[in-house]
Every structure is written in structure tokens, then in C-alpha cells.
């Protein structure tokens, strides 16, 4: 007999009608649990059951994949070995690396048409000169003297660029100033590979090629440029014409406000940035001596300062007894001899004046040639401000190149150079400067050496 029916019956005497109620629902409760309990535990079991079913079937699935590709690799090692077995000039190596190795290069086509025409021997020297600004034979000098420095050694993956086209592609971005995109173009090369020959080349024009072409001179070169102003000027005991110009840059993203050429953007009515480059030119329009980088907020005076040979003037006594020539831009100092620039001249005064800037325009006229050969100085560069010091070098040296070997320039691409002449704050620096100057001018009219154009 179960609860049910024990809770269906009718009490028993002595007992109360509640006391059975009780008994029996509490039966109830107990039957619910229990029946409730059972349940949970076949839903856990069910549950466990798939969640094991799930393991050995997704352990299965990576079983199999791990055999196929066990047996893929076995397939592509009996395939390579057979392949080696097969090509008995192969070698010992195998693929993917050694002597053995066989690799297929994806390189983009590019036309090098231009440049295979101006490298032919029968090229005309004309279009030549006006494409790089100089004749065969200097070029070829140029490609001589730099070949140990710039040329490379073939690889397994592709020829070097020969050392004329290095040389030519630095020569052609200088003297046109024409974008990497289209001196890429030109040359049939990358625009990263043409932008890294420039920079190449020019660093190796300035380590190799300027300790001989651009160097202060000895004693017996000295004597005879100071003889070859004497004739010009009347002036005794001149060295060298000093001008410092200004070439553009763009903006740069430090040290802006020292870059900002105010001069340029008050003429210009344009923001202007520059950096400068101060140089003496010997009677032919050689540089002797440069001075590069300095920020283009600077005046004549503060860059002179600053260069190299200020300092050998000032300690090493590398000038004394002789005159380099400045404009109004420079103070009178010792050594430094420049035009008076009181505005009420004496006769004498600009009999002098006018003999001083004999000298100066030979300086001038040497940046002019400079600017109009690599056409490069003119417009903002795109090379980076601290590359920019070994480009501008280059420039210069390969000026001088041109003109010890009487390269001729296009009148055409002559530039005139603008004087931005700032009068220094300390006009004159010694007394003894100021005497000398005097002593020159007075000589200059007694002996007959001063022009007519004062009066």
C-alpha cells in the first residue's frame, strides 16, 4: 500500500483530522524532491554524454587532418627528391637555398631609352653639354676619379648600375632640379634607387673630390691671385671675393622661425625659408673656401662668424697681411675689407667704392654661374635640411670642376643673384682696419686707379 492510499483513508481513532492532513502533505513534498532530484541528474547525464560524443567526434576531425597533412608533406619531400634525382646539374643544393637555389624576381619594366641614347659615343657633345652642363671629357673625369668610391659589384639577383649612370643621374637631378618621379622616369630606375644615387654620388664628390678642387691655396697660388685683383682693382693684397646668398628650402618641421628669411618675404610677398651659403671665389670665380648650412635668418656678419674661416683668421693667423673682399653685408675687420657706408662720400671714398665692387661682382657672378649650372638651388629642394649640406657642397665642387676646365655656361642659364645687404650692428671692428682702408683709397686716387662713375 502506498502513501496515497494510506492519506485515502479514514484516520484511525485517537488521532486528530489535522494530524493526518500534515502527514500527508508532507509525503507529497518528499515524492516531488525526489522525482525532481531524478530528473536533474538523467538531464546531466544526457548532458555529459553529448559533451563526450562532441570530443571524440572534433578528436577524430583533427586526426584526419593531421594524417592528410603528414601525408601532403611526405608527398612534396618524395616530389622535391625525385625533382633533385632528376636534375644532376643542380648541384647539392637544394631549394629554397644554396648554389641550388632557383628564384623567379618580379621587377618592373622601365625604360632606360633616354639614357642609352646620351651614353652612345656618337651622341652629339652639344646635347650633351646642355643636358649635364659639361662636356664628355669632364664628364668622364668626373666618372674616373669617383669610380672606386661609387662603383658596385654585380649579385645574384641583378646587375649594378655602372658608374656613368650613377654619375649622370646626380648630374642631371643638380643641373635640372627636376622631381625624383621624373628622373626616375628618365633613367628607367625607382625613384628610391635615384633618390639614394644622389645622395650617394654627392657624398662622395665632397670626401673624395673637394680636398683637390676646392681648397684654400698655397703661397705660390696666392701670390698670383693677389697679382691677378692688383690688375683689376688697384687694391693690393686681395685673396679672394666673399658673398653669401641664400638657397630655398621648404619649411622645416624644427627650428622653423630660425629658417624664415624675412628679407625674401618682404621682396617676394611670400614666406620664404633658406638656409645660406657663404663662399670666396679666387679672379676666375673658383671657390676657395665655402661655408654651408647656416639658418637663413641669419645676416651676412652672424654666418661669417660662424665659418670655419673666421676661426683659422682669428687663431691660426691664416690671413693676416692680406684682404678678402665683402660687400656692406660684412663688418671692417683686419682682414675683411668692404665698401664705406656713410651716405656722404668724399671723392676718395668712392673712387674706392666703385674699385671694391670690381672685386665684389666677381663673387657675385661666380654664385650667379653656380645657381644657373644646377638649377637644383633655385627651387625649394625636396632633399631632407641634413642632407642638404653635402648636395649644396657638391654643387660647389662640381663649379669648380667647370670652371678649371673652362666649361662655358648657356647665357641663358645665368642667374642674377639678388644682394639682400644688411649693414652689420658693428660696422668696424679695429681702428687699424679703418686706417688701412683710408691708406688704400688715397692711393687708389693719387696713382690714377679710381673711375669717373661718382662723378
Known amino acids: 500500500m502506498n502513501n496515497g492510499d494510506v492519506c485515502n483513508q479514514r484516520p484511525k481513532e485517537g488521532f486528530s483530522d489535522d494530524n493526518d492532513d500534515e502527514s500527508c502533505s508532507s509525503d507529497r513534498e518528499t515524492e516531488k524532491k525526489l522525482i525532481s532530484e531524478s530528473t ?3 538531464k546531466t547525464r544526457t548532458v555529459l554524454e553529448l559533451h563526450s560524443n562532441e570530443q571524440d567526434y572534433y578528436s577524430g576531425i583533427d586526426e584526419t587532418d593531421r594524417v592528410k597533412r603528414k601525408k601532403s608533406r611526405v608527398a612534396a619531400e618524395t616530389t622535391v627528391s625525385e625533382t633533385e634525382k632528376q636534375s644532376p646539374k643542380s648541384g647539392s643544393g637544394k631549394f629554397g637555398s644554396g648554389q641550388g637555389q632557383q628564384r623567379r624576381l618580379w621587377v618592373k619594366e622601365r625604360s632606360n631609352a633616354w639614357w642609352d641614347e646620351c651614353n652612345r659615343p656618337d651622341y652629339p657633345e652639344s646635347e650633351f653639354k646642355k643636358a649635364f652642363r659639361m662636356s664628355k671629357s669632364t664628364f668622364e673625369l668626373i666618372c674616373e676619379e669617383l669610380n672606386a668610391v661609387v662603383a658596385k ?3 645574384a639577383l641583378r646587375n649594378a648600375i ?9 648630374i642631371w637631378r643638380l643641373a635640372t632640379g627636376e622631381p625624383l618621379r621624373l628622373v626616375s622616369k628618365r633613367f628607367g630606375l625607382g625613384i628610391s634607387t635615384c633618390h639614394k644615387l644622389v645622395l650617394e654620388v654627392c657624398s662622395a664628390i665632397r670626401s673624395v673630390l673637394m680636398p683637390k678642387y676646392l681648397q684654400w691655396p698655397n703661397e705660390e697660388t696666392l701670390r698670383k691671385i693677389k697679382q691677378e685683383y692688383e690688375s683689376v682693382s688697384g687694391i693690393p693684397n686681395v685673396v679672394g671675393s666673399m658673398y653669401t646668398t641664400h638657397i630655398p628650402i621648404i619649411a622645416p618641421k624644427i627650428s622653423v622661425a630660425a629658417y624664415f628669411n624675412k628679407r625674401h618675404t618682404e621682396r617676394n610677398q611670400k614666406t620664404s625659408y633658406s638656409i645660406t651659403v657663404q663662399g670666396v671665389v679666387d679672379p676666375n670665380g673658383v671657390f676657395t673656401d665655402v661655408c654651408i648650412g647656416w639658418p637663413g635668418s641669419m645676416t651676412d656678419e652672424q654666418v661669417l662668424e660662424k665659418s670655419a674661416l673666421f676661426q683659422r683668421a682669428k687663431t691660426g693667423g691664416l690671413l693676416n697681411g692680406v684682404w678678402v673682399v665683402g660687400n656692406s653685408g660684412y663688418p671692417l675687420m683686419d682682414w675683411v675689407l668692404v665698401p664705406y657706408k656713410q651716405q656722404q662720400l668724399t671723392w676718395t671714398q668712392h ?4 674699385k671694391i665692387g670690381e672685386i665684389e661682382r666677381v663673387a657675385i657672378e661666380a654664385f650667379g654661374r653656380l645657381k644657373g649650372r644646377w638649377s637644383c638651388l633655385q627651387k625649394r629642394t625636396e632633399v631632407k635640411l641634413q642632407d642638404l649640406p653635402i648636395v649644396l657642397g657638391a654643387c660647389c665642387v662640381l663649379h ?4 678649371m676646365n673652362k666649361e662655358g655656361i648657356d647665357p641663358e642659364l645665368k642667374t642674377e643673384v639678388v644682394d639682400d645687404e644688411m649693414v652689420p650692428e658693428d660696422g668696424m671692428r679695429s681702428v687699424s682696419s679703418l686706417k688701412a ?5 688715397h692711393n687708389l686716387l693719387h696713382h690714377r686707379f679710381a673711375g669717373t662713375a661718382f662723378l
Open 40 to 42: 536533474r541528474n538523467k
Open 153 to 155: 659589384e654585380d649579385t
Open 162 to 170: 655602372p658608374v656613368r649612370q650613377r654619375v649622370a643621374v646626380c
Open 351 to 354: 673712387a674706392f667704392n666703385e
Open 400 to 403: 669648380n670642376i667647370c670652371e
Open 437 to 441: 682702408r683710408d691708406a688704400i683709397a
